[in-house]
């Protein structure tokens, strides 16, 4: 389906400068849990733009939906952007969307006022990223054609394989961290000088 | 008892307190605030134990709610 | 192991009988239970008493009970036995021989504080005289509040008051960060009063006898008396441990007459400092003096290492066990601790590299004050005392020569070390 309204053009545009920065968000994301650093850039600048781009992504959603609830050409009411299925037209892709963007202001809103909050609860809302990204890519590719073919599917391939690949690495990085009870044991080996005043190999004390 | 000694600081001043346990060296306080802190040879913060000038609440406070792990605090004497 | 006695000071031994107590001897000798009838009846003969804690921190013991006492809702009083420092025995002579005062002490305590709970936290293994005293007070009706053991693992750190905290509420033995205090929000959130077990007999004692009674030995301003570990080489060298009681300002000479011959004494514990022996023998068993000197008294460890060992080598054994012992929570903590200890076993060495000495004071002053506990703290206070005290030694080893190469072990040190999660249940 094609609107041809200047309001139509805008909605689809945002959305998808929206899903580039989410992208960008969660690989960011990913980049702080592994102390990760942005070549050239200070620590700060990760934990900055990661905070910083999310604003911007809801920025750039917030324009998202208003243009398409504007657009006359199909009937969106405004409450299909945080009420999930409550849009006659494309239901469950815009359902979709909806899902993915009351994750995100759970997160955000939760991030917010982090200092307040439980530590756990705070972690947990904001697990949901792994939740939120996957089903706003889902609500992109299937509520207009854009993304279904041409550079445009081009690209949601490139940003399933930047997040793919985000994710293996913030996986290989758990499994290698040594569990707190080991950690001693651990540096205490890479840093035995001389064993000969310390634990003999029958665990005996010399 | 926290591992630190206690300060007599002024009614009212706050200092900055990192909780070790949380803190896993991510070193961005370091950054944004250098005057009260260092890090030291292991990438842990080493804080000025003396109250936060006032001058430098503003940016304490910003220090505090940019640490990944939530490990700095400000923390009334 | 055999109690020791000192007679010194007018009121003789209090603490430990001649021989373990059952419960109708200990009622004999001590009388009944001395409940006062309510809460907070006992704080005020505690401190006038200026009982202070014997577990180590060394603060007045009314404190802690009277936070306690004042606090809403469900209280916990427990009352730590779980004696981690391996050169310290005295609450384990002390719960053999006359459990019955710490079980006294501990329903007094619970009385004053208006506990709902009373809980004795010790190692696991080893304690079948406190079992059969709880199982006999249960039969006779003596306590008022039944008495529930808690299990501590055999780590360094499960004696640290919110390690124990953790531990009770059937967690993990590992010290926690920060407020609030262990008073405001102890075991399971409630207010908890928790004491040495040594604390908690001279508790029973002064509820007996009263405040001026306890003063009758002692100093002034640190009365009363103590429990002892001493380490003294026999004479076939070997290290004899005695458990003593002693009222507190005994001359350390008293308490070690081996001690002007020795080389140096570790005073406190392995978070203790060392002195050397010449000046630990003027000195007397109070924190005044001692202070003075840079030390405290702590779990009442006194080790008088004999000539004809080396301080270098004996030092870099404690030091590596208590890096081994680090809870590996903290960054400060868990990088420090075990390059000390290397350090400390390079030193202890021939010919160490120049750089090493000054490394390990540079790694002893940035652990200070930076971990969740007094861990890092007590360490690098005990390596840079045995540097200071053992500095004739570190000259020869650099130039390659030994005063006792290949010294056997004083120090008493368990086995092991921890590295998985249940090690730490």
């Not at chain 3, 000071?9 to 009988?17: A, D, M, S």
């Not at chain 3, 070997?238 to 004494?265: H, M, S």
């Not at chain 3, 590596?320 to 060495?349: K, T």
Request: glycine letters at 10%; aromatic letters at 6%; hydrophobic letters at 45%.
């Amino acid at each position: 389906m094609t609107g041809s309204t200047a309001f139509w053009y805008a909605s689809r545009a945002t959305g998808i400068v929206a899903l580039l920065l989410l992208t960008a968000v969660l690989v960011l994301g990913l980049l702080i849990t592994r102390q990760g650093r942005l070549p050239g850039l200070p620590r700060f600048a990760v934990t900055g733009l990661h905070r910083n781009l999310s604003l911007l992504a809801v920025a750039f959603i917030a324009v998202h939906i208003l243009a398409a609830v504007l657009d006359t050409f199909v009937s969106i009411p405004l409450a299909s952007a945080v009420v999930p299925f409550a849009s006659g037209y494309e239901r469950l892709w815009l359902g979709l969307g909806a899902i993915a963007f009351d994750l995100m202001l759970a997160m955000i809103v939760t991030s917010l006022v982090r200092g307040r909050l439980n530590r756990r609860l705070w972690r947990a809302v904001h697990l949901l990223a792994y939740v939120s990204w996957p089903v706003a890519l889902a609500h992109s590719m299937g509520s207009s054609r854009d993304l279904q073919h041409g550079v445009l599917l081009d690209m949601s391939a490139a940003c399933i394989a930047v997040v793919a690949a985000a994710v293996l690495w913030r996986l290989a990085g758990a499994a290698r961290q040594v569990p707190r009870a080991g950690r001693v044991a651990d540096v205490m080996a890479r840093h035995d000088a001389a064993a000969r005043y310390g634990r003999a190999r029958d665990g005996s004390w010399r | 008892m926290g591992g630190y000694q206690a300060r007599r600081a002024q009614p009212g001043t706050r200092t900055l307190r990192v909780d070790p346990i949380q803190c896993t060296g991510h070193g961005v306080c370091a950054e944004l605030l250098p005057e009260l802190i260092a890090t030291d040879e292991w990438g842990y913060p080493v804080i000025d134990p003396r109250p936060v000038p006032p001058a430098l609440e503003a940016e304490a406070r910003k220090t505090v709610a940019a640490c990944p792990a939530l490990a700095l605090r400000l923390v009334r004497e | 192991m055999a109690p020791g006695y000192l007679r010194a000071g007018p009121t003789g031994p209090r603490l430990l009988p001649p021989a373990a107590e059952d419960l109708r001897a200990h009622l004999a000798r001590h009388g009944p239970v001395p409940y006062r009838g309510g809460a907070g009846l006992l704080i005020p003969d505690v401190r006038a008493a200026g009982l202070t804690g014997r577990g180590g921190a060394g603060f007045p013991a009314h404190r802690k009970l009277a936070i306690v006492a004042a606090a809403r809702g469900r209280k916990v009083v427990v009352g730590n036995g779980a004696e981690s420092e391996p050169a310290s025995r005295k609450d384990a002579v002390l719960l053999r021989d006359a459990p019955h005062l710490v079980l006294d002490g501990l329903q007094l305590a619970a009385e004053a504080t208006g506990a709902a709970a009373a809980v004795l936290y010790l190692h696991r293994g080893g304690h079948a005289a406190v079992l059969r005293a709880v199982a006999e007070r249960q039969a006779a009706g003596v306590d008022r509040l039944p008495v529930t053991i808690a299990e501590a693992p055999p780590r360094f750190l499960a004696g640290q008051e919110t390690a124990l905290v953790s531990r009770v509420g059937g967690g993990p033995a590992l010290p926690r960060f920060g407020l609030p205090r262990v008073s405001e929000r102890g075991v399971a959130g409630a207010p908890t009063c928790v004491h040495n077990v040594e604390t908690l007999a001279h508790l029973a004692l002064i509820a007996r006898h009263g405040p001026r009674w306890f003063r009758a030995a002692g100093t002034a301003a640190e009365p009363g008396t103590m429990l002892t570990t001493t380490y003294e080489a026999a004479a076939d060298g070997k290290p004899r441990c005695l458990v003593a009681e002693a009222p507190i300002g005994t001359p350390l000479a008293d308490l070690l007459p081996g001690l002007p011959g020795a080389q140096a004494l570790l005073v406190g514990g392995f978070h203790g400092t060392w002195l050397p022996a010449r000046t630990a023998a003027t000195l007397t068993l109070d924190n005044q003096a001692l202070g003075r000197h840079g030390a405290a008294l702590g779990a009442g460890v006194l080790a008088a290492l004999p000539a004809g060992r080396c301080g270098l080598a004996e030092a870099a054994r404690v030091t590596r066990y208590l890096a081994a012992e680090s809870a590996g929570q903290c960054g400060p903590c868990l990088n420090g601790l075990p390059r000390i200890a290397a350090a400390m076993a390079e030193l202890a060495g021939p010919r160490p590299r120049r750089t090493t000495r000054e490394d390990a004071e540079r790694w002893a002053g940035l652990v200070t004050g930076r971990g969740a506990c007094h861990h890092p703290d007590g360490t690098a206070r005990f390596v840079r005392s045995a540097l200071a005290a053992f500095a004739p030694e570190l000259s020869r080893h650099a130039g390659g020569q030994c005063s006792a190469p290949g010294s056997r072990p004083f120090l008493p040190l368990p086995d092991g070390m921890p590295a998985a999660e249940d090690d730490w249940m």
